[in-house]
């Protein structure tokens, strides 16, 4: 074949810069939103936080402003004014501001309470170690078990592995390990170095007084019969330790309040925190969605450095052109960011406000379509907001995804959330007979009492993503 040359011609969809950034921004959470933030400001010096300078703090018409826009955009879910004229030809520089009180120049506003450190499990049982009265030889011996201990200061390795792994020249014997444990396990905190479920049980019932009603029968259920408590046999634990109904409930009160992992209680946790992207209040009997003015960052175009770039003409200030017009989009697309983030609350508030007065019960099925259609937008556009965005409501903070969920049929011809079932499903294991639980086939008959079709397989389905023991391991005396 010749080589030759050809034309053709095809058309190709391309994504801006812009629409780029508004996508990005658009499925980002609150954390990840403030990241982005910080990031932008400290490479753009055009774009700065509202109250970064004490001459233009939020106040007079900027307030008033953007107050405006946060209404309409809680009655009207039509884009408002300051984003449809993005394009003119002149528009003020942009400013994105919520209602913030606080004061910059308060020194106890702008810092948080700093938890002091606790010890660690090990820095704990070396301390208790140290201030003991063993020679030094035991001490170090006793050391070595400690590092040895898991995260639930269980001894899990035996006694006999950690033996061989031990230098000859240290002189320690197998002997010297069991002696060490055994002044291990009685430091301060029992339970610890105990080497499975049951020794830790019985290491702190030892430690209790011997007058203890039902000391004894525990003792000797934990360390014999400990798999037929698991497994709610008590009419076989009965005969065994030749107790009636009242001893037997006596000895598993006392079981339940051990710590069957005394290391939790050294177990170090970052503690969590949600910012709510949206606050939902009751307002003249009708349920609003309003935006958190908490995650809103306040920001705004340096107005001096802006001043400046429009009476320069050196063409070689084009980079700096190009980061004032990535500072307004960047604003822009931010605030467009949190109007969608309002619409979709709103709408999800109007389509489940049953569920804001009376609960999980009254959930209704929902799917993302539904909304998407409402707003005239599209799912993957609704999948972006729901994904890690919150709400805060009367009932408690949920991600908007707790609200969507599949349906189930019911006799009258309608749908019943998941949501929903689950609810009925824990609200009838809570007011069960403990003595005769429910069975998951008894549920689903209750539940087609009250026209909910459910299988047998969907409510176990239901009952474990809940957490929820099965009928043998919910019975008690």
């Known amino acids: 074949m010749k080589p030759a040359l050809q034309l053709r011609q095809s058309q190709q969809l391309l994504l801006t810069p812009q629409l780029q950034q508004a996508i990005k921004l658009l499925q980002l959470s609150t954390l990840e939103i403030n990241q982005e933030t910080s990031r932008l400001l400290d490479e753009n ?42 394009d003119d ?26 938890a002091a450190d606790r010890p660690s499990l090990r820095e704990h049982l070396l301390w208790q170690l140290n201030m003991s009265q063993l020679d030094s030889r035991d001490k170090k ?30 002189d320690i014997s197998l002997d010297d390990l069991e002696t060490a444990l055994v002044q291990l396990q009685h430091l301060d905190e029992p339970g610890i170095g105990a080497r499975t479920l049951s020794e830790c049980l019985a290491l702190q019932l030892q ?18 019969h400990l798999a037929l408590l698991a497994s709610r046999d008590f009419s076989k634990l009965k005969k065994i330790l030749h107790c009636d109904d009242e001893a037997l409930r006596c000895v598993q009160e006392l079981i339940v309040r051990l710590q069957p992992k005394p290391g939790m209680a050294f177990e170090q946790r970052a503690a969590d925190y949600v910012v709510p992207d949206v606050l939902v209040e ?7 969605a309003r935006l958190n003015p908490e995650a809103m960052p306040r920001l705004r175009v ?27 989009w960047f604003i822009k697309n931010l605030q467009q960011r949190f109007e969608t983030i309002l619409r979709v609350a709103q709408a999800i508030v109007e389509r489940q406000r049953q569920f804001f007065q009376f609960g ?17 937008l599209h799912e993957s556009t609704i999948s972006r907001v729901t994904t890690q965005k919150f709400m805060h409501t009367p009932r408690g903070i949920y991600e908007f995804k707790y609200f969507f969920g599949s349906g189930l049929a019911t006799e009258a011809g309608g749908a019943c959330s998941s949501t929903a079932i689950r609810a009925l499903i824990k609200q009838m294991v809570s007011e069960e007979d403990a003595k005769h639980p429910l069975t998951d086939s008894r549920m689903s008959e209750i539940l087609a009492q009250q026209g909910i079709i459910v299988a047998r397989r969907t409510v176990a389905k239901y009952r474990e993503s809940m957490s929820i023991l099965p009928v043998n391991l919910r019975k008690s005396l």
Do not use: C, K
């Open 89 to 114: 030809g002149e528009w003020p520089e942009p400013s994105f501001t919520a209602s913030n009180s606080g004061n910059p120049d308060d020194e106890d506003e702008g810092y948080s309470e700093v």
């Open 282 to 288: 009751r307002i003249g009997g009708i349920w609003r």
């Open 45 to 86: 010096p055009f774009l700065e936080r509202e109250d970064d300078n004490g001459n233009q703090t939020y106040s007079g018409s900027s307030s008033t402003t953007v107050a405006t826009s946060t209404e309409s955009a809680q009655s009207d879910p039509q884009p408002t004014e300051s984003t449809s004229r993005a």
């Open 302 to 328: 340096n107005q001096i450095y802006a001043n400046i770039m429009q009476q320069r003409n050196d063409s070689n200030a084009q980079g700096m052109v190009t980061q004032l017009q990535e500072a307004r």
């Open 141 to 170: 011996i006793i050391a070595l078990l400690i590092d040895a201990l898991d995260e639930n200061a269980y001894l899990s390795q035996p006694l006999e592995e950690i033996f061989e792994l031990l230098p000859a020249e240290l």
């Open 360 to 376: 999980d019960i009254a959930m209704r099925p929902l799917v993302l379509r539904e909304i998407a259609e409402q707003l005239e």
């Open 207 to 224: 430690q209790m007084s011997e007058d203890v009603p039902g000391r004894d029968l525990a003792l000797e259920l934990v360390n014999h």
